[in-house]
């Protein structure tokens, strides 16, 4: 169990090392040949030049200017003076809106530290109760709620700081939700046109034995939406020609590789194995062969697309439908359009860019076998990683590693090994086994068919709370308290160890101290240096790079990784609100984290990262509901340890506290979330209004034409520039169909069809 010099030794390390970070930072961000690496977000804006394209030969790839040198804090203050409307103008509302989340964490805890060290923590410390104890302890958990006596008057300190906790909490959630539904809507007002805005995803089109899904998705819309409906975008599936395209990318790279190579020493020509890994096999021409192998799949590349577009069986039941007007397309966004509630489902269709495509070509009736699959995977892989957790909990216990391993007794009994073992070790050793999850769990949200990147992140995002939640924080608790307790364990009675585990729970804090130095201090440092993409981009620009826009492509700016950077977040909040009133000295190592946190991602936010996609903060509501599950988990721990304190007058009072909770969730969920699931029709409108005013003339066909067709395609068709997008001013005609049940349709079918010739099923029209 980590003592207090056990905490400073870890302080210490974890300290040194974000500052080395931060060092490292401010040199290597100055130096011109890093600074595609550290300011890419300028560079794909176009507001930022090489600084390599001029300067004398040496000042190129070296700052000689040292007064930069001095001034290498300086990045901080300017990643703040970015005021909030301009923020969200350069990279998004989407990244304005998750910074919001540290900022909810200081103020939430700035104030609960501050009450609980004024009150709570002299109350805990001026008690006896664990030096008369046998229990093992350290001198933190006398600052916690375990010092205080059994049947004390003293916990009814600890209620009514959880009431105040409480209210506070709930009072900064239901402001901020109140401001992010208001920057919402102001944003989807206000911000420029987008095809999202128009279109909607309809999935599980029924067959029908006479028409095409083409001609039966014009007829459809034509006949229930007469007067917005534009034109629509079949899905077809095509991961194969997606492989082939992505394969050819790859193989271009290798080509441009021994090329490169090759210009560099024409006395030796570059050649390859064909065989295993490039390790066995007849040796050939490296610039030949992968020549060749171009050639080859650009015909397959060919041959794929043609067979496609000649296969009807490639044509998904799905499509994206286009609308005229924005409110045409909220209103089929947000109804039911058959009589049968399992056929012609629609929701809003995703920002192109935030398409998965190959999702869209997962079969509709496939999706909860899929998901029912993922779902008992993911229970197993929850209950397996408690392998690991029970290891990383018996580093912490000096005890446990010196009966498994007595020859390492002298070594470990040195005061600074000790230290280190036990304030540093266990937090690194989580990290580590935690590396590979989100690769995981993000896989896991693919297989089961997410259509959009968005949606993929925030089934992610959720499963990693959950996960971390069970394993990372009940896991450590249990298996951290049986390695403490376990001599108490084995001599008492049955009945004494529910008291023991509840005494014990508190002592966990300074394991998750440790962690969150380890992670929340090092660790967000770590994130500004950019180690991983700084030796990548200067590899491709050796090895790849022949022009500008290679080295543009060689750049990695990144994302802000919602589906592992808000769960993350989330643990924070819940170790904060759960230790609170339990054990306050945590507070201090919080609020640390988010301060830090803030202004490191502010920067990033600026700089660096590029968001793949805009969803204008519809993840909020998931933030809102992990934030009150955190507040609420924490009430009914304490209601749990108190039970074991013999304080059973207070447990009436905290059953109040979650039903208190639960209501307030409700409401704002009744509230404000609507704002985050539908449009209004009247913003809707107001918009419409606005545009045709301005834009009397908009050519609004030409603009959605080619933005839902599949990437692979668009090149394709970049000269099919076909302009049948005017408005008719004709009286509405009857037109005769292949079906008997629906003889005719309300408007000439020359105005709907798909927005792109090559891509529409209606060849076999007559």
Not at 657 to 672: A, S
């Amino acid at each position: 169990m980590a003592a207090l010099n056990d905490i400073g030794v870890a302080a210490a390390i974890n300290i040194l090392s974000a500052i080395a970070f931060f060092l490292a930072f401010a040199v290597l961000r100055i130096q011109p040949a890093n600074d595609r690496v550290y300011f890419p977000k300028w560079y794909l804006k176009g507001l930022r030049s090489s600084p390599l394209q001029s300067g004398a030969s040496v000042s190129k790839f070296v700052n000689l200017d040292f007064r930069s040198y001095v001034r290498f804090l300086n990045w901080m203050p300017a990643a703040l003076q970015m005021p909030e409307p301009e923020l969200i103008d350069h990279a998004g509302l989407d990244s304005a809106v998750y910074l919001k989340i540290y900022l909810i964490g200081l103020k939430i805890f700035v104030p609960i530290t501050l009450l609980a060290f004024s009150i709570m923590v002299p109350v805990n410390w001026t008690n006896k109760t664990l030096e008369h104890s046998n229990l093992t302890y350290s001198d933190v958990d006398k600052l916690s709620i375990s010092n205080i006596p059994s049947a004390s008057h003293r916990f009814w300190t600890h209620l009514v700081m959880a009431y105040a906790f409480t209210f506070w909490t709930c009072y900064v959630l239901k402001k901020e939700f109140e401001i992010v539904a208001a920057l919402r809507l102001h944003f989807l007002a206000s911000e420029q046109r987008r095809p999202d805005e128009f279109t909607v995803l309809v999935r599980n089109v029924p067959p029908d034995p006479d028409e095409s899904i083409s001609e039966l998705l014009e007829h459809f819309f034509l006949v229930n939406h007469p007067d917005h409906y534009l034109s629509h975008q079949v899905v077809y599936n095509a991961n194969r020609l997606s492989e082939l395209v992505n394969e050819k990318k790859k193989t271009q790279n290798w080509l441009d590789y021994y090329q490169n190579k090759y210009s560099r020493h024409p006395d030796r020509k570059p050649s390859i194995k064909t065989g295993f890994l490039g390790l066995c096999g007849s040796r050939v021409d490296a610039t030949e062969f992968y020549t060749s192998k171009i050639e080859r799949l650009s015909r397959d590349i060919s041959q794929e697309r043609e067979k496609i577009m000649g296969n009807a069986r490639s044509i998904m039941p799905a499509a994206f439908i286009s609308f005229k007007t924005r409110w045409g397309a909220a209103v089929c966004a947000q109804t039911q359009l058959s009589r049968n509630p399992t056929t012609w489902l629609t929701e809003w269709a995703p920002e192109p860019r935030d398409i998965c495509w190959e999702n869209l070509a997962i079969p509709y009736v496939s999706l909860t076998i899929r998901r029912l699959i993922i779902a008992v995977a993911f229970f197993f892989l929850t209950f397996f990683f408690m392998i690991p957790i029970v290891f990383v909990q018996s580093l912490a216990n000096i005890e446990a590693i010196e009966k498994a391993l007595p020859f390492l007794k002298p070594i470990i009994e040195v005061k600074f090994i000790k230290s280190l073992i036990q304030g540093f070790l266990p937090g690194i050793a989580l990290k580590i086994f935690l590396i590979f999850l989100p690769t995981i769990l993000m896989l896991m949200s693919k297989f089961e068919g997410f259509i959009s990147q968005s949606a993929l992140e925030r089934r992610s995002a959720t499963r990693y709370y959950f996960f971390q939640f069970i394993n990372v924080f009940l896991g450590s608790i249990i298996t951290g308290t049986a390695f403490q307790q376990l001599n108490n364990f084995i001599h008492q009675s049955a009945n004494d160890i529910p008291k023991t585990i509840g005494v014990s729970i508190p002592m966990k804090a300074t394991f998750f101290i440790t962690y969150i130095m380890v992670d929340g201090w090092a660790g967000v440092a770590a994130e500004i240096l950019r180690l991983k993409p700084l030796i990548i981009y200067h590899l491709k620009n050796f090895f790849l790079v022949k022009t500008e826009k290679d080295r543009e492509e060689a750049m990695d700016p990144g994302t802000l990784g919602f589906n592992t950077g808000e769960p993350q977040i989330q643990l924070y909040f819940l170790l904060g609100l759960v230790y609170a009133v339990v054990t306050p000295i945590l507070l201090p190592f919080i609020i640390i984290f988010f301060s830090l946190a803030y202004v490191v991602y502010r920067h990033q936010i600026i700089n660096v990262y590029n968001q793949e996609y805009e969803s204008a903060a519809a993840f909020w509501p998931d933030v809102h509901a992990r934030i009150v599950t955190a507040l609420i988990i924490s009430q009914l721990l304490l209601m749990g340890l108190l039970s074991t304190k013999e304080a059973a007058q207070s447990t009436p009072l905290l059953i109040t506290l979650p039903i208190l909770t639960i209501w307030f969730h409700r409401f704002c969920k009744e509230r404000y979330e609507p704002a985050f699931i539908r449009y209004p029709l009247q913003e809707a409108m107001m918009k419409d209004t606005l545009e045709r005013t301005r834009e009397p003339n908009l050519n609004l066909k030409g603009f959605l034409q080619n933005a839902y067709i599949h990437p692979v395609f668009k090149q394709a068709d970049d000269n099919d520039n076909e302009s049948a997008n005017e408005e008719s001013d004709q009286e509405p005609a009857l037109i005769p169909t292949k079906r008997g049940s629906r003889t005719s349709t309300p408007m000439p079918s020359k105005h709907g069809g798909s927005t792109s010739n090559s891509l529409s099923c209606n060849q076999g029209n007559p």
